[in-house]
């Protein structure tokens, strides 16, 4: 049950149907977005990318209301999510 509440409840924040209304949103202060990454198990990384691609994901992130860097979080657990399912429909077509 948990495990069916916690999948609905990211596929909402996915989805903007949690979370994109400005009213709610406020600047929480440091050792809150600490705890916040904790819980949430966020890690810092640090990645090259072409100048031209930030600049097309920053638009794209706009338009959809979103920060760049929580768009390209969810570009990327998409990608991952599309790729372990065809991965594993393919693991089942050849039987193993």
Known sequence: ??????????????????????????????????ALDKKLELQIISIRLQKSLIEDLKDLAGEDG??????????????VRNEKRKREKHLRIIGR
């Open 66 to 79: 979103l920060g760049y860097q929580p768009y390209i979080r969810q570009v990327l657990r998409q990608y």
């Open 1 to 34: 049950m948990r495990d069916t509440h916690k999948k609905h409840s990211e596929e909402a924040w996915e989805n903007h149907e949690l979370g994109s209304t400005e009213g709610f949103v406020r600047k929480v202060s440091s050792e809150r977005e600490k």
